[in-house]
């Protein structure tokens, strides 16, 4: 019964996404802007949460700044987080790839 009650509810269940922009900056040329999407199932809160909180605390994500992460549901942004001077680069022209 409980499993019946799961595969209903299931489809209305919000999404989750793991959004990380990199930023790169070269002199003389617009700002490169790479965006990495890792997409969870429906009703994954645990699991997207628990993902984020990783590539947050990664060294790798602190040391490689200007760097954006945010954690999505239902395409809203839930939480997000800046390592580097992210607001100032938003400023200038930034192409998105990926």
Known sequence: MKRLLQKVIKPFLPKY???CTTYQVIPGLPVNGNQ???????????????FYVK????DMTKTMAPVEVHLKRRGRTIEKKHFGPVEELKKF??????
């Open 17 to 19: 996404e793991v959004v």
């Open 36 to 50: 990495q999407k890792h997409t969870f199932e429906k009703g994954a809160a645990e699991e997207a949460r628990k």
């Open 55 to 58: 590539v947050v605390n990664s």
């Open 93 to 98: 022209n930034v192409v998105y790839k990926g």
